[in-house]
């Protein structure tokens, strides 16, 4: 294959990717818009209004690194279509819902096949781009990805107001078809290597160990959740010990111990998430709820973020293929930590000014991370690990926002408990609010010193 045939092959790869790319941000930050309409819909709590959300990250969390090897074994073009058929299918489904538990339901099997799709999509744009261009090519995904989070709140408000918030499921399935139908054309078969065993324990007790322990974290600070954790905790521990004795385990935590960029860039990802993810969900309450605005008036709010975090992701990619990419990381996080913190102090009377400043500010944070961290993460392996790295880059993503959303839901169900959010408990919510912040506050902090540290001196990233 010549450059030129080279060139226009990785350009179609990126258009699929993008693509993909586009459906779940999407279709999560337009029903963080819906969840107060769904709410009144099908009767859900507190509790089970963060379960919509939540239980689609927790699965697509535990299947992800095992459909990562699975795609070694039977090709990464055949596992990334097959998410998107699950995904389309089970967005149908959950736009027919009728009940908050088969809404649920519906939102954990989309989660499977996303999870397909997560485990296979940055391995095949990474290997088709060429390394002079992988920033590039990171940073228009990127810009995708916030784009599509900023089209969420604005056409999921729009959308839920006037249509129904069933039609954001219809226009997710639509758009996974039209993904569906591209990947015939522009994805090219990969080999199969079915001589490659599956390591069936390990994959058992990364999937029960992470379930465990998100389900847990979720719940506190209840007696059996606390439970759960340490159960998690441990397993998660038996699985670490297992599978360094693997020759092909499905978790290489192997590659954790002796990549050390790798394990701190990804264990920065995983805060970052950690502390970002529920802002949009709270905010969503906040503007509906305790400030009375239309689903459309709060997703008119909130796209201001998604578009600054779109604009400066797109900048940052690019800056990261000449600058130090760790540096760009870790000045993220920090403007993303002064956000944070900024958002402690709102209140029921706060100006809409003074908020969106604040969440402007967060999304240029979010923006300056998220891309040369991708990058320092892909740029620190060797291509035959592209898939691996690729898949655990978005495990910590997915787990750090479900563990986001758990901040969230138990800092709401202590103040608020196993009631509707409405405006008759608006201080109560103001105030699980506000100790979601303090919290991810504290975590971003964290996450700008792992970020700070992750290079020794002499190493380039």
Known sequence: MNNAQSEENSNAVLFVICMAAFLVPFSSSALNLALPMINRDLSLNAAASGWVPTVYLLSTAIFQIPFARIADIFGRRKIFMLGIAIFTAFSVMSGFATHGAELIVYRFFCGIGSAMVFSTNMALLTASVPPRKRGWALGINTAVVYFSLSAGPFLGGILTQYIGWESIFFITALVSAIVYLSSFKFLKKDKENKKI???????????????????????????????????????????????KRQDKPVFDVILFMKNRIFTYSSFSALINYSATTSIVFLMSFYFQEVRGLTPRDAGLILIISSLVQAVVSLQSGRLSDKVPASKLATLGMLIISIGLILLCFIGETTSYISILLILILIGAGFGTFSSPNMNVIMSSVEKKDYGLASATTGTMRLTGQAFSMGIAMMAISFTVGNVQITKAVQHEFMAGMRICFIVCSALCLLGVYASSIRNKKGEKN
């Open 197 to 243: 065993p599956f390591d069936y324990v390990g994959a058992s007790l990364y999937a029960f160990g992470l379930f465990a322990l998100i389900y847990g974290f979720s719940g506190l600070p209840k007696l059996l959740n606390f439970i759960l954790v340490f159960i998690g905790i441990l397993i998660l521990y038996v699985m670490v010990l297992y599978e």
